[in-house]
Structures are given as structure tokens and as C-alpha cells.
């Protein structure tokens, strides 16, 4: 499936909008793509207690995942009305790597598009194989 990177920053910065950041002032907006193509907005909700904080990505996850989506090819993610990368935290990095460390993470990059893979941006990340779930 060809996936429309320019308008999938447009949803993110879209969601970036509506982000609750009465504390930061830091919109992030999020646009996940699923393997159906569905595509789930995100954006960071904050908290007064501030490590209660969401980010726009584990957003953007969880409401997928409550819509019985867990098979993921990609996610925007832009700071709102920025064209500079907006780097994912490392936490969301770990939670968008368990559905799948080789999606695509697009970022805009000046007037272009920047595209990586997640697992360069988390090379090595903690996963399932030496768990021993019984
Ligand atoms: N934030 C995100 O939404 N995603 C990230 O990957 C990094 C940080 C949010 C959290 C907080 O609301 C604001 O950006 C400033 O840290």
C-alpha cells in the first residue's frame, strides 16, 4: 500500500491542534497508519501532576489498539506548524517498536519529507525473545 507521507504530516498537524498543553505549550501531533490503512490521530495530553503526561505517539497507539488495530506500517509525528523533525521520546519509541520496529517514522524536514525506520531510531530495543513466559 503507497502511503501519502505530505498528507499524513497534514493529519498529524491536524491532531497537533487539539493537544491539551496548558503546561508546556508544546503541540505533538501524531498520525498512525495501520496495515488496513486506517490512519489514528494522536496528540499529547498533559497533567498537572506532569509525569501523568501522554505524548501524541502512545496516544495515537492506544486509541488503534482500543479500535482492534495492532498491525502498524507507519507514524508521522510533527511538532505543530514546524518543519523540523520532531524526535520521538524514548518511551514512545519502545511502546511503537512492540507492534513493530520496522515501520516507517516520517518527519518533515524543512519544505521535504524526512522518512527512517523505527529501529534505527531504537537499535537493540528490549524485546520478547529472552522472556521466559510460561
Ligand atoms: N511529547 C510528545 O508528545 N511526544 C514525544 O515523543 C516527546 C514529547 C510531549 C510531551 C509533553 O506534553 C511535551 O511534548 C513537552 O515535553
Redesign the pocket.
Known amino acids: 500500500m503507497t502511503i501519502d507521507y505530505a498528507a499524513l504530516l497534514d493529519i498529524a498537524d491536524q491532531a497537533a491542534k487539539n493537544a491539551y ?1 496548558p503546561y ?1 505549550k ?1 503541540h ?1 501531533g501524531a498520525a498512525l497508519v495501520a496495515d488496513d490503512g486506517t490512519v489514528f490521530p494522536g496528540c ?1 495530553v ?1 497533567n498537572v501532576s506532569y509525569g501523568l ?1 501522554n ?3 502512545r496516544t495515537a497507539i492506544f486509541s488503534a489498539v482500543v479500535s482492534g488495530h495492532q498491525r502498524f506500517s507507519a507514524i508521522a509525528i510533527v511538532q505543530h506548524a514546524n518543519d523540523e523533525p520532531c524526535w ?2 524514548g518511551a ?1 519509541r519502545q511502546v511503537l517498536a512492540e507492534f513493530n520496529p520496522d515501520m516507517d517514522v516520517i518527519f518533515r524536514e524543512g519544505s521535504g519529507v524526512r522518512v527512517t525506520k523505527l529501529h534505527e531510531l531504537l537499535p537493540h530495543c528490549f524485546d520478547a525473545t529472552r522472556l521466559k513466559v510460561k
Do not use: M, R
Request: glycine share 0%; charged share 15%; hydrophobic share 30%.
Open positions: 498543553v508546556s508544546f505533538v499529547n498533559e503526561t505524548c501524541a505517539e520521538p521520546c514512545c
